[in-house]
């Protein structure tokens, strides 16, 4: 009886499979990365209601959709392959039907089919499956650093340098660009979907690994942390360069995109590095300039020069108030001070001493005929002519003179003063008469054994 429940098994699952399939798939969504295909079946009007499971008889028709891509899976090995839209029918398959090809030999094929299925009671002892890949732009994986990346900040034109740690997140995009390898190495034969949510771990583990190494050399360019997010592009480049092993090679998927959302750094490196930007920018002479103006203005709005308010009508305070804004006013090089106020507090400046604020040096030696001012010794040091007896003197103002008063601006001749020159490296200030407590270049204090 055995036997012959066999043949009968044999006889019946073979001329159920004799149908021709139509297999498809419905719009794979983002999140779904493969599924098995589908028998389309008509509900009441369908006559192939016996068919096995995981059998395609030979003409079968398979529909490829725009963004699929179809393999046809036959006992686990991968036989057929279609990436174009369209139809596609599988003429190749092992299954014979009386409906495609050649009428005598499929008549031949089907006895040999039901013979081996006899040897197995009846049972098809075969497995084909049609399987769909989503060969579109997988879109919207986010990514996050959990603990800070180590960064280098480095700036060659003011050579800062120093090292920091970011956290950046931000979203990347993907695309299977080789189903055959994707199939064999990543999700097999599946009995209903494989979905990137089964992938998104392992990726998010290795781009993170492979962030460090890109973010390294952004920093090597002179990129600031939170210029991070606009090199994007590059960063992107240098990931799928990284992952070309892991990602295209191994799995048959590769990276498209990139956008890095925002990055950050710790509060004291903030911090440091904005004191860093402070300090820099004071480089720049102009800057300097207009921070000395700022910090002038802000003292002479606060400045009660009339000696009362909190200090209580003391006159001395107006007028230590008035000669610290004298010292201010000289170390901005220049009497601009009574410029920049107004009301009472500018007319009183204007009536401070205006000693010496044209910040020029008085010249000491004297004027030769040849036009040569400041010489000091017997005798000319630009055309040799010895000093005359009635040398003139030649004041701040320009004017040369030969009285104890100058001619053109009433000043008084200025009396003659000690010219210093450092002996230890032979440095001479710019105003000889009026060397610093120290020299620039080798250190040494200014005292009586520098003298000239």
């Known amino acids: 009886m055995g036997l012959i429940k066999a043949a009968k098994d044999a006889l019946s699952t073979v001329l159920a499979d004799q149908w021709r399939e139509y297999f498809y798939c419905d719009s794979l969504s983002n999140d779904v990365l493969m599924v098995k295909g589908q028998k389309k079946v008509n509900e009441g009007r369908n006559s192939n209601t016996k068919a096995s499971d995981n059998i395609i008889s030979n003409g079968s028709v ?30 190749n398959s092992t299954e014979p039907s009386l409906f495609y090809g050649d009428l005598g030999e499929s008549i031949k094929s089907s006895f040999g089919t039901m013979g081996k299925r006899f040897t197995f009671g009846g049972n098809t002892a075969k497995d084909q499956r049609v399987y769909f890949f989503n060969t579109k732009e997988i879109i919207n994986n986010l990514f996050g650093t959990p603990t800070p990346i180590p960064f280098r900040v480095l700036d060659r034109n003011t050579g800062f340098d120093f090292d920091t740690a970011v956290k950046v997140n931000g979203q990347y995009t993907f695309k299977i660009v080789d189903p055959i390898l994707f199939y064999t190495n990543v999700c097999g034969n599946v009995t209903d979907s494989y979905k990137k949510a089964d992938l998104l771990t392992t990726l998010k583990s290795e781009l993170l690994t492979s962030l460090q190494p890109a973010l390294a050399k952004i920093s090597a ?110 170390m901005m090089g220049g009497n601009g001070m009574a410029n920049m106020m107004g009301g009472q507090q500018a007319s009183n400046v204007q009536q401070m001493p205006q000693t010496q604020n044209s910040g020029a040096a008085p010249i000491l030696g004297w004027t030769c005929s040849c036009g040569k001012a400041d010489n000091r010794g017997k005798f000319c040091e630009e055309c040799g002519a010895p000093k005359p007896a009635n040398a003139g003197w030649t004041c701040s103002c320009g004017h040369v003179n030969t009285g104890k008063f100058c001619q053109e601006c009433g000043k008084k001749k200025p009396e003659g003063a000690p010219l210093y020159k450092c002996d230890k490296c032979g440095w001479e200030p710019e105003d000889p008469a009026h060397p610093p407590k120290f020299c620039p270049e080798c250190g040494d204090v200014f005292d009586d054994n520098d003298r000239i």
């Open 221 to 330: 360019q002179g990129v600031r942390p939170y210029e991070i997010p606009g090199f994007s592009e590059e960063i992107c480049k240098l990931l799928s360069e990284a992952l070309t092993e892991k990602w295209t090679e191994l799995r048959g998927i590769q990276m498209v995109s990139m956008s890095i959302n925002s990055s950050d750094m710790p509060a004291e490196d903030k911090a440091r590095f904005q004191k860093w930007q402070d300090t820099a920018m004071l480089r720049n002479a102009d800057m300097q300039a207009a921070r000395k103006t700022e910090a002038f203005a802000s003292m002479i709005e606060n400045t009660d020069l009339s000696g009362g308010g909190e200090n209580g009508g003391n006159p001395m305070s107006g007028a230590m108030n008035m000669m610290a804004m004298g010292m201010m006013s000289n």
């Open 62 to 91: 398979v529909a490829v959709n725009e963004g699929q891509c179809m393999i046809i899976v036959d006992q686990g090995g991968i036989v057929d392959v279609c990436a174009e839209a369209g139809q596609f029918t599988y003429d």
